[in-house]
């Protein structure tokens, strides 16, 4: 894989680039999708492709293809310079500089031990055949339905796995390639009581299908969607809200977003002026960490390249920085932080979060709650792509959960919205939970439940 | 017909793919290249250029769908393909009937966007950011974008079909910021089609002005209210409601899995006799139109609710065999990296009877939503939820005050029988659906259409 991004920089600088860089990835991928007992489908795939960022003087380009043959290679070069000769001059434009060479067999001077030691591989993906994670999927199924009577079957039960691996190269002496595996399982299930139906999910994630535990997955579900049998709607109010594990992360997700530099730097974040600033109550720790063992969306170096490291970005309820890439930090006067991310070859890279991490708290859930007194548990949020606006953080989300009365859960309620902007919920954090899980929706993110203490709930 | 594959090639893939049994195979051909760029901070900047090429090959066998899928088309990794596909099949081998090719149509592409130079659509740009910066000296911030995209695909199946499709797309999009003191609005814009860069020849700046003149009305802003009320909805994008609410549980997968409100109501009455709704495929040049499905199936236009009662659902060619009837053209895939599902295409509430103005002045207190940032909904339960970019208040008839901040909620069953008035103005609009992880173009439309009452999640208790 090195040796094919190498060849593409040099492509890309005989086809009149000053720099250049490409980001090469293979992947082969499984996905069983079950229904009804039976296996609905069953894909097996691979994925070979560049990306080639080229710069011409202080313009800079992208170009991304399939076709690695010579001829397909300088075809892509040759794109990748004529789409920056089309940009106009940007003066923080230009490939980051080598900081270290994680290839070198010695180890890199001074890079963080933690990315040495950092195993992305799991070995079961290749051990596990396509019957055993086909079980695995219809397991997962199984126990959703088998968990409880009113359960009345599963849209779908999925089972997914990918083993990656990723080279990047510039001109500049960046060098890097590294391995990476990951699956996740899901279902949906649908439950039936007092003449309606009832959605819930349950999901679990790993570096390989060892890592899951279908009873769990399916159990999830069938909780979530039976909890909601009979619900109706809240009566309109401010009052306490508990978010659970994975509302909490939607959030958390796009408070990432909205840290990014890039964000920053062209004004659209509600966190813009409040650097250094407190945006959050103490309770609400959040940092960035590219190198956790059990992350996501860890690897050794970012997607340009630059080494991952562990940042503090909320702590002591002050915003303590935001996530830098090269070309935003340039345009800030200070150094990357590791955060260049992006969606594979065919796009390119963007400040991004890696694995967001939650500090946890005292208090498990039945401790929130009871904290909370009379309130909403929020058990699934819908809308955040729409009901967000990303410069001001003023949102209204579409919600469904429980309701709480006397520090317990009561009956459950939807068709509700939660209404707030992001740093007023940040500030109003009372509490949050002890026990954290990771999360994939919209980012990577590790987070216990939060307790909220006072958000504008709309119902009836 | 287009030189993805030759037809010899397609019948050694198909008898490989059948090679250990199976009903039914297919080969799904793409060649894709497209080119995006932006302006920011009125800049031209991440200039994008991308070329893919691949293939997909699936058997259904029993019940199962087996899928493998490469990248490049060489006959040699197609043939591979297949056999990966039929890795788990070890019945008796299955001929596939001889193919006869299909006469298609595309769509008519007057000017081929590859073939305009880069630097009129740098231009174009440029026109928008200064007509949308001319807009007003609160306009602090704009991005537009511009993209284009050419897909030629080729179908063949064992069945005997061998079809293709040659599919050219433009669009851009604009959005404004406008800031007074501590008040920050957005207002966004987009126009798109099935079309060639000739889409953009006709003032397309003129949608940085509508952007811009959104984010500026909307620094008037006040809080929305909560609660239920009636609530009107916007021609044009207003019809991303009735895709979310209603389109979405048509579909035939969520139908047949029992995941969809609509399951079992062919027939019922599921709106007032003043609604009548169609997913049209075949729109000319409209932005989710194509001439064939992604399974080769001719699109067409699919009346789906007629004065109110639910007439037909979406298929693709696996969810219509289920049913017994003919598939309707809405296979679609993302790519020939997904398979095909139910998907709409252009899907519409048709216009009706009553004058935009009329809708309003029968409304004492309400809402009024004009356009939407984009929506959810869960087809099982039929909750959905909105985002509304563009809101004001109905007070004694009249539009007054902007509100920001607004999201509607409800329940599509409901919402949708509660609609009783319909406008006689109709404007569609460009969007892109995301389902099962795949996203496809789709054109939502309608005139002003009310609501009767309807949850409104603002601050303003």
Known sequence: MIELARHAVESTVAAGAGDAEAYASEDAGREVRAHGGAVESLTAATRRGIGVRAWIGKRAGYAYGTDLSGAG???????????????????????????????????????????????LSDGSIGEWGVDRIADLALGVERAAIEADARVAGVEQAVYADSAERIAIASSAGVEAEYERTSCYGYTQALAEGEGARETG????????????????????????????IGAGKPSSRGCPVVLDATVAASFVALIGRALGADAVQRGRSPFAELAGKAVADE?????????????????????????????????????????????????????????????????????????????????????????????????????????????????????????????????????????????????????????????????????????????????? | MNELIEPEV????LRRALAGGGEFAEVFCERG????????????????????????????????????????????????????AAAALHAESAEPRPLRAEAVEPQPIALRPAEVPAERKAELLRELDARGRD???????????????????????SDGLLSGDDRTRVRIGVQAVARREGEVQTGSETLGGHRGFELLEDDAGAIAEAAAGKALTLLDAGPAPAGSMPVVIGGGFGGVLFHEMTGHGLEADHVQKGASVYAGKLGAQVAQPLLTAYDDGRMPNEWGSDSIDDEGIPTRKTMVIEDGRLTSFLYDRLTAARDGVAPTGNGRRESFRHLPVPRMTNTYIAPG???????????????YAASFAGGQVDPATGDFVFGVSEGYLIEGGRVTRPCRGATLIGNCLEALLAIDAVGSDFEMKTGICGKAGQKVPVGTGQGHVRVRAMTVGGTEL
């Not at chain 1, 946890?360 to 548990?377: H, K, N, P, R, S």
């Not at chain 2, 893919?52 to 199962?64: E, M, N, P």
């Open chain 2, 10 to 13: 397609a019948e050694r893939v």
């Open chain 1, 201 to 228: 999910l349950g999901f679990g994630l790993g570096r390989g299908p060892a890592a899951l535990d279908p009873e769990e997955i399916g159990r999830e579900a069938a909780a979530r969607a039976t909890e909601m």
């Open chain 2, 33 to 84: 290249a497209g080119l995006t760029l932006a302006i920011d901070e009125s800049r031209i900047e991440s200039v994008q250029s991308g070329a893919s090429a691949g293939a997909g090959v699936r058997v259904l066998s029993g019940g199962t769908t087996y899928f493998a899928h490469v990248d490049g088309l060489d006959p040699d990794d197609l043939v591979r393909a297949a056999g990966e």
């Open chain 2, 353 to 367: 009877d009553a004058e935009p103005e009329a809708i309003v002045a029968e409304v004492e207190k309400g809402f």
């Open chain 1, 283 to 460: 309770a609400f720790v959040v940092h960035d960490d590219g190198l956790d063992p059990e992350g996501p969306d860890s690897s050794p170096v970012d997607s340009e390249g630059t080494p991952r490291c562990r940042l503090p970005l909320i702590e002591d309820g002050t915003l303590r920085t935001f996530l830098y890439d090269t070309y935003t930090a340039r345009r800030a006067g200070t150094v990357s932080t590791g955060s260049a991310s992006r969606g594979g070859y065919r796009s390119q890279p963007s400040v991004g979060a890696s694995n967001l991490l939650v500090a946890t708290g005292q208090l498990d859930l039945e401790g929130l709650l009871a904290e909370a007194g009379d309130g909403v548990l929020v058990t699934d949020v819908a809308g955040l792509h729409s009901g967000v606006n990303p410069v001001t953080g003023v949102f209204s989300v579409g919600a469904s959960g429980l309701a709480i009365r006397g520090g317990e859960t009561a009956e459950p309620l939807r068709e509700f919205t939660i209404a707030s902007d992001l740093v007023s919920m940040l500030k109003a954090v009372r509490a949050t939970g002890s026990a954290a899980r990771w999360v994939p929706f919209g980012g990577s993110v590790h987070t216990p439940p939060l307790l909220i203490g006072e958000m504008t709930v709309a119902g009836s």
């Open chain 2, 135 to 157: 807009a007003g000296p609160e306009i602090s911030e704009l991005t537009a974008s511009y993209a284009e995209v050419r897909r030629e695909i080729a179908v063949a199946n």
């Open chain 1, 73 to 119: 290679i300088r075809e892509l070069a040759a794109r990748a310079a004529e789409t920056a000769r089309i940009a106009d001059e940007d003066e923080f434009a230009g490939p980051p500089k080598a900081p270290v060479r994680l290839m070198d067999p010695t180890g890199p001077k001074g890079a963080p031990e933690r990315a040495g030691a950092l195993d």
